[in-house]
């Protein structure tokens, strides 16, 4: 039988495969070793990717970086059953199920989650019985514990945990800009989830990346009562401060990154009165500004007939809301567009939309864009 999870004693920081560094459009499989060796060395030993992330090459980084190089006693891996696209029975669930053991090079998972459950993929596991097939891995030894990642409002979150208690843990997305979003629902999923004794799994606490940059009003605020605190140091650690988290998922991008986030979550403490009230006041300035609620997770992207870097252009478009800085900004669009479709090209054929588990109106955004950029 599987140690309770509660017992693993898993530190505060997770180190997430989904953005390694990159070159050339290839992982930087020697940098990663080398961040991975920083983490170990600081007494982390959680790492997340999935079945989908960068069409297996996430996983087989995960082998080389880390399962090849370290005793497997001494880290715990976390997977993902995507549900949505050609997954459709039971014989798909086992040959990705296995496909995801072979690129990893493990015999099990610690950790197994349906991917991204929202309302469309929870019916489907409900279909295909996907439930029942993970906990038959659970019985043969081939997954530790099971639960899901969740991208959905709080009353399906609450009809699924009561519908399978079975799930041991969950995935939300928490962070302090979308802890009161109507669409997100961070506050409300995380209480269902405190509700059911459910520990949780912090995604997205850096809104892929958003949270690391920031007005210079914001960070002129952090660095007044803090100002050796890097500004993504604040949305690590208020995601790690709440109650019943197992640990903070990071997507690591550098070697800076890590190090930056080992420095305050090695030896972790909560954020004090006085720093909740700073980032209180941040998100009232935040949420006075008009920005695209994308976190980059790519699910949009590979269904685009006109090969259109979405997350990519929201980006750019975010940047120029947040700091106004016209040069910039049409630089890094020119970027962007370089290799693939501009946003004036869209056609609208609603390949994405359904995709997004941040449920943007994609090309009403896109269709916006085209005006601010050449
Ligand atoms: S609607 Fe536009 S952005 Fe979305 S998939 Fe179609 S062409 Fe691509
Ligand atoms: S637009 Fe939506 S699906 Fe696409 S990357 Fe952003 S959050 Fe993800």
């Known amino acids: 039988m599987s140690e309770a999870i509660e017992n693993l004693n898993i530190k505060k920081l997770g180190f997430g495969l989904m953005r390694p560094p990159m070159i050339e459009g290839e992982v930087d499989v020697e940098q990663v070793k080398k961040m ?125 945990l009561t519908a399978h208690p079975e799930a041991e843990f969950v995935q939300l997305q928490i962070n302090y800009v979308d802890w009161e979003n109507d669409v997100v629902q961070s506050r409300k999923c995380y209480e269902v989830a405190r509700k059911h004794n459910k520990p949780i799994i912090i995604m997205e606490p850096i809104r892929g990346g958003a949270l690391a940059e920031m007005t210079p009003d914001i960070q002129t605020l952090f660095k007044e009562v803090n100002p050796d605190a890097s500004i993504a140091s604040w949305a690590m650690r208020y995601a790690a401060s709440l109650e019943g988290v197992l640990t903070v998922l990071s997507g690591m991008s550098d070697r800076e990154q890590m190090e930056d986030n080992c420095s305050y979550l090695e030896n972790f403490e909560p954020l004090s009165e006085r720093e909740y009230q700073t980032i209180g006041k941040a998100v009232d300035i935040l949420n006075s500004l008009p920005t695209i609620p994308c976190t980059a997770c790519q699910y949009c992207v590979d269904g685009c007939p006109m090969n259109i870097n979405i997350p990519g252009i929201f980006d750019v478009a975010n940047f120029r809301t947040r700091y106004n800085n016209l040069a910039i900004s049409q630089k890094r669009y020119t970027g962007v567009i370089a290799e693939r479709g501009a946003a004036a090209d869209c056609i609208a054929c609603g390949a994405c939309e359904s995709h997004c588990p941040q449920h943007i109106a994609i090309i009403d955004e896109l269709s916006e864009i085209t005006k601010l950029f050449a």
């Open 36 to 160: 991975v060796d920083t983490y170990m060395s600081k007494g982390f030993s959680y790492f997340d990717t999935a079945y989908v992330y960068l069409g297996g090459k996430s996983e087989e980084l995960l082998k080389e970086a880390v399962v090849k190089r370290y005793p497997r006693e001494s880290f715990q891996t976390a997977d993902k059953l995507p549900i949505w696209g050609e997954c459709n029975s039971y014989e798909d669930m086992e040959r990705i199920f296995h496909e995801s053991l072979q690129r990893t090079g493990l015999s099990f998972f610690d950790f197994y989650l349906l991917h991204s459950l929202d309302q469309e993929n929870y019916r489907k596991t409900e279909k295909l019985k996907a439930w029942d097939f993970v906990a038959d891995l659970k019985k043969q030894g081939k997954v530790s514990h099971m639960g899901f990642s969740f991208h959905d409002n709080a009353e399906l979150l609450d009809e699924i």
